[in-house]
């Protein structure tokens, strides 16, 4: 179990973490979702102690490693918090082999020779490379080094094991099976795991949980049903690629909130004290529906119904993003195959719904987060 | 030597032109090289081998630089390793600081190290007083040749402790608390390339000094006359002498630039 109580740190001037605070629970693998720059590395180098946070207090499995009791200041070497650490890039000792890097750490233990020699290659049989114990790490592909550096890091036992954005370090048409490789490995472990990532889906496979970082602290966290029904901000939507847009509550109708929307008028599921107060309100691409005006053969009372222009189209693998102006920008997502038969193109009129039970309201903060989002989360 | 991307007339007059600048340059750096090996017929170089003036330069000579080597080693190698993962206030200006024999004048040098340890300099009392008059001694030649050439070892060092990957000794960091283990088993082998070949530059370079060795040590035959003195003087005195000294420095030279080029090459695990 970690526990990181309001954490700042600041570089020169710039603050990177602000207050941050975050509880991983005991054997859980949790996913800090977010993007480049925000923060992610730094919170897993003060969990290392590598870096030294600037306030703050951080808790491993209830004893304080780094922080201040009274004015007494503690910090724990980051080899003695028993914590595995493996790097974004590929920090294997180049000069030793596959068994010297994996060994590094057992031989601080100071165990006999035979133990060493014994433990390295079941630390090898667990990450399946134990054929490849006489290698440089030159001559092994980006995913079995990573397995080597996973392998590497749990020498020592650790009780937590940080990743940062291990799967970047394996060519890209790899990726996809070494992270499944890799959640294997991770639950077979049963350790608590924070994992950094600033790619949705992949926090979507690797984790329990997630919580989402941005602007030096933890903007929400929670399972993926969670996060993506009810984002909790502006901020959290934009970054999951979910539809957020800002409106008034004017007033209740059938138990529902009506909201203005650039003069357009939407009803959701949410709660009377919102009625007079700027929203923001978000939906996911999945829950839009778009049809031609023309088959107009739905229950209107069910849903929200909208008709606005196509201005945006991306095909991807099966599905294809359709952004449809309808006074504000709504994004919906259908397969290939829809699109064909509905045969969209850019600039048609179309009809767009989403029930009222889908949209997530909350009360507008007021606070604009600009965050330029430097690769798009897929 | 193929031009596949010469197209226009343009192109090819630039690169005409520009072949005639390098084969020029080319020719004003190995001809005078040549010169000195057409100086000397293969029988001659036998006997030179055997003139007692000859070896006793190259003696002092190796030994010198050799010693000054080692200091460098011992005093320039921790230095990098400091000014290479620490920072603090004023630190650009001691890093200029050290640089500074490289670019400087070695007549100045020369002077500057009169100034610090002649009998009349500032330290000049307290080796009256311990007995040692340095110029005019071997040991001048040796400081002579530590202060120009150590600045090398520093530098190649330093840059080879800089560009060492971060998470890798954060790696380590975390697999041991001995800082000690982790310079010798990881931040030692993965620099000693860069370390080897500055310590080869700094050998090379104070096995040339000259300027200051002359000014400091003076120019004492056995004592203190290494090889490129004892060169000058023989251009008057014994010419072909000096034309075998050359071409020893010339072969050196050449030996430690290829090795410090095959050292940049090798990576690790290319071994099989």
């Avoid at chain 2, 070949?197 to 000014?215: I, N, P, Q």
Wanted: aromatic share 8%.
């Amino acid at each position: 179990m970690i526990k990181i109580n309001s954490v700042t740190k600041s570089f020169k001037e710039k603050r990177v973490l602000g207050n941050l605070s975050l509880e991983v629970k005991e054997k859980e693998i949790l996913s800090l979702l977010g993007p480049n720059g925000c923060g992610k590395t730094t919170l897993l180098n003060i969990l290392s102690g590598l870096t030294r946070q600037d306030e703050g207090n951080i808790y491993i499995n209830d004893v304080l490693v780094s922080g201040k009791v009274g004015t007494k200041k503690v910090h724990i070497k980051p080899s003695d918090r028993k914590v595995g650490y493996v790097f974004q890039n590929i920090s294997l000792f180049p000069h030793m082999r596959v068994k010297d890097n994996v060994a590094y750490g057992l031989k601080s233990l100071h165990l006999p020779k035979q133990e060493v020699k014994k433990r390295t290659e079941k630390l090898l049989d667990f990450v399946d490379l134990r054929e490849y114990a006489k290698f440089y790490p030159s001559q092994l592909s980006g995913g079995q080094k990573q397995r080597i550096a996973l392998a590497r890091s749990l020498a020592t036992e650790p009780q937590v094991l940080l990743l940062d954005e291990p799967v970047s370090a394996v060519d890209p048409q790899l990726r996809e099976s070494f992270r499944l490789e890799l959640k294997n490995y991770l639950q077979a472990l049963k350790i608590t795991v924070v994992y950094v990532t600033h790619n949705l889906s992949e926090a979507f496979v690797m984790s329990d949980r997630i919580a989402v970082m941005g602007n030096g602290r933890i903007e929400q966290i929670g399972d993926r049903t969670e996060i993506f029904d009810k984002p909790s901000s502006s901020y959290v939507a934009k970054f999951l690629g979910v539809n957020a847009f800002k409106g008034k509550g004017v007033g209740t109708h059938a138990g529902l909130l009506e909201i203005d929307v650039n003069g357009v008028r939407v009803f959701a599921r949410a709660t009377d004290g919102l009625v007079g107060k700027e929203v923001v309100a978000t939906v996911k691409p999945d829950d839009v529906v778009i049809s031609r005006p023309a088959d107009e053969a739905f229950d209107r009372s069910l849903f929200n119904a909208v008709e606005g222009t196509i201005i945006e189209m991306t095909q991807m693998r099966s599905t294809a993003q359709v952004t449809v102006d309808v006074g504000f920008l709504l994004k919906t997502r259908l397969s290939l195959s829809e699109v064909k038969k509905l045969s969209l193109t850019i600039g048609d009129k179309a009809c767009v719904r989403f029930s009222a039970d889908s949209l997530n309201v909350f009360a507008d903060s007021g606070v604009e987060q600009n965050f330029i989002f430097k690769e798009s989360p897929k | 030597m193929k031009l596949k991307f010469a197209k226009s007339l343009s192109d090819k007059i630039i690169i005409a032109i520009l072949i005639l600048i390098v084969f020029t340059y080319f020719l004003f750096v190995i001809l005078p090289i040549v010169a000195i090996f057409l100086r000397i017929e293969p029988s001659q170089v036998n006997a030179q081998l055997h003139n007692a003036a000859i070896i006793e330069a190259i003696k002092l000579s190796l030994f010198t630089a050799g010693t000054a080597t080692l200091i460098a080693v011992v005093l320039a190698v921790p230095t990098a390793y400091f000014m290479a993962t620490r920072n603090f206030h004023g630190k650009t200006i001691i890093d200029t600081l050290i640089d500074l024999p490289i670019v400087l004048p070695p007549a100045v040098a020369g002077v500057a190290l009169l100034y610090a340890f002649a009998p009349k300099g500032l330290l000049g009392p307290v080796f009256n007083k311990l007995g040692y008059v340095l110029p005019g001694s071997t040991i001048a030649v040796i400081i002579a040749e530590t202060f120009v050439a150590s600045p090398f070892l520093l530098r190649s060092a330093k840059t080879g402790f800089e560009n060492m990957d971060r998470d890798v000794i954060n790696s380590a960091k975390m697999l041991t608390d001995s800082r000690l283990r982790i310079f010798f088993t990881v931040t030692l082998p993965l620099s000693i390339r860069a370390i080897i070949s500055g310590a080869m530059m700094t050998w090379a370079r104070a096995l040339g000094e000259f300027g200051a060795t002359l000014m400091f040590a003076g120019n004492l035959p056995g004592v203190t006359q290494t090889m490129p003195l004892a060169i000058y003087v023989f251009l008057y005195s014994d010419p072909l002498a000096g034309v075998m000294l050359s071409i020893i420095l010339i072969a050196i030279a050449f030996a430690v630039l290829i090795t410090v080029k095959l050292l940049e090459q090798k990576r690790f695990g290319n071994k099989k």
